[in-house]
């Protein structure tokens, strides 16, 4: 399906992922902090997100299907307070986390697979934060994304994600 010219690049794996120890939490301004584990996800109804993805660094992988649960419905879950309006999605490997307002983390998919097959933890199996909308920067699709934190206040410290990817472009 994919051109091996064209798809997405193989990284190493940092240190802290290990799908073994995979969970999805939600947490924050909410009503009832949740976690997932893969069979509970794989209960709920899962949307298809077709793209291609571009890095920063020059590469784009062409025509991904990804499959997974919108991000709104493990959130709604979780029953957000009135105060709620932006997100930290946060990756297993240490300090990765991307912030976000809310109502544009909604419009994402935790896609749990790519092209009809598991998401491989290469890429960031078992979950993988998918945003669809053209303008949203390589770095905000987070790999292993363990744990969603809703915040009232915008993240600052703790949003490392842009930083951390444009180093490795240097
Ligand atoms: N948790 C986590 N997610 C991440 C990154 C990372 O270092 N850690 N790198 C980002 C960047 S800059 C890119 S280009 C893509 C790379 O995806 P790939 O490894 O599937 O090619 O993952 C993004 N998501
Ligand atoms: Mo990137």
Redesign the pocket.
């Known amino acids: 399906m994919r051109e091996s010219d064209s798809s ?4 190493e794996l ?1 240190s802290g992922v290990d799908p073994e120890a995979w969970s999805l939490t939600v947490t924050g301004v909410v009503e009832q902090a949740i976690e997932f584990d893969t069979s509970k996800l794989y209960e709920l109804e899962f949307s298809t997100v077709d793209d291609d ?1 571009t ?3 020059g590469w784009t ?1 062409k025509g991904l299907e990804w499959r997974g649960v919108p991000i709104e419905a493990l959130i709604s879950r979780a029953q957000p307070t009135s105060e709620a309006a932006y997100g930290l999605v946060h ?3 240490d300090n ?1 986390a991307c912030g976000f307002e809310l109502d544009r983390l909604f419009d994402g998919l935790l896609a749990l697979k790519l092209d009809s097959d598991p998401l491989p933890v ?3 199996g078992p979950a ?1 934060l998918v945003l669809p909308d053209d303008k949203s920067d ?8 363990t744990w969603l934190e809703v915040l009232d206040q915008p993240p600052t410290e703790h949003d490392t ?1 842009a930083d ?2 444009l180093n ?1 472009i240097e």
Request: hydrophobic residues 40%; charged residues 25%.
């Open positions: 997405l690049q193989t990284f940092p993805f890095c920063l660094e992988a990756g297993m490997d990765y290469e890429h960031g993988r390589c770095y905000e699709s987070v790999k292993w994304a994600a951390i990817a490795r």
